[in-house]
């Protein structure tokens, strides 16, 4: 009943993750907005409108605001091992350029409450699950020098909007998210959509970046946008919390699941420890999303890949 017929904006609606969460809000009932630059939306539906703005334009932004209840800010570039140090430091402009607008524009427009994503490549480099406040306790690893200290400014901002405005401030930060719309450009691709992708075109050997013993904590895109809602609907105040699996999965067992699911069997598997690698360890702590939202993961590493997989093959081959 939380979304029945209220206006949503989310921002990068016709991305990965954004156009999860529309499918996520229309199943609630939702009014939903989604601002149009670049890339266009494929979900039709008549609760959507669609408009076309630049959110890099502070105008833009306040037009797209108007009579909004809610905001999901899912809008940016992305980080990847593969980009370049100047072409990353492209994505951190246009990111932060992005999150500053969408928040004063949300401030000066009355919305009620908006999400902004955190990340956890802001987290210092432990060992463990890391909780929620742990982030400020170090510094990220060095690997995350640019991309982890833009996602803990967004959170800095946000502190700024929550506490100083009547517009209430939601920080998620995710772990690996992955699932069907993930991006699959050469370059740019995250682990699970670049070995997918390789694996399809029957790459052998298959050579991969790392070791194999580096621990993600993998979360299908389904699951999270169930958490993001959740999230929205019942944290209060600046409040940020992980919504993620909660548990890892080496590389290795993430190759092997992915060969299974392609069927591609007879192959060498060779890790080159050569290539760049980020933080050999990540798993977030999500007691604080059980406790608070309810969320727990559902879709298992096994039957999300498959998912993907399915979804690569009927869709991009």
């Not at 800095?156 to 719309?181: D, M």
């Not at 790459?203 to 194999?212: A, D, H, L, M, R």
């Not at 890892?248 to 080159?272: M, P, Q, W, Y």
Request: aromatic share 10%.
């Amino acid at each position: 009943m939380f979304y029945r017929n209220k206006k949503v904006l989310v921002t990068g609606g016709s991305g990965f993750i954004g156009s999860h969460l529309v499918r996520a809000l229309l199943d609630k009932d939702a009014f939903i907005r989604i601002p149009i630059h670049s890339r266009p939306s494929t979900i039709k539906d008549s609760k959507i409108e669609t408009v076309l703005a630049d959110l890099t334009n502070p105008g833009d932004c306040l037009s797209v605001m108007d009579k909004i209840d809610y905001v999901f800010h899912a809008a940016g570039a992305v980080g990847a091992v593969g980009v370049g140090d100047y072409q990353l430091m492209e994505g951190i402009t246009t990111n932060l350029t992005l999150t500053a607008n969408t928040l004063q524009a949300a401030w000066a427009k009355g919305v009620k409450k908006i999400v902004i994503f955190g990340s956890s490549t802001g987290y210092p480099a432990y060992s463990h699950p890391v909780k929620e406040e742990e982030m400020w306790f170090d510094e990220p690893h060095p690997s995350y020098l640019g991309y982890g200290w833009m996602r803990r400014y967004f959170e800095k901002l946000g502190e700024y909007v929550s506490r100083k405005s009547q517009c209430e401030v939601v920080i998620i930060r995710p772990s690996a998210v992955y699932g069907p719309g993930d991006n699959f450009m050469e370059n740019t691709s995250h682990v699970i959509p670049a070995l997918i992708k390789r694996a399809v075109k029957g790459e052998n050997p298959y050579i991969v970046w790392g070791t194999g013993n580096e621990v993600r904590d993998f979360i299908h895109v389904s699951d999270f946008s169930r958490g993001c809602l959740l999230a929205m609907e019942k944290c209060t105040h600046f409040n940020p919390i992980n919504i993620g699996a909660g548990k890892g999965n080496t590389v290795r067992e993430v190759v092997a699941l992915i060969l299974d699911a392609v069927g591609h069997k007879e192959v060498s598997v060779f890790f080159d420890s050569t290539k760049p690698l980020t933080i050999p360890f990540r798993i977030i702590d999500t007691e604080k999303a059980k406790r608070l939202l309810g969320f727990e993961m559902q879709i298992s590493l096994k039957k999300g890949i498959r998912d993907v997989v399915q979804w690569y093959l009927k869709t991009l081959t």
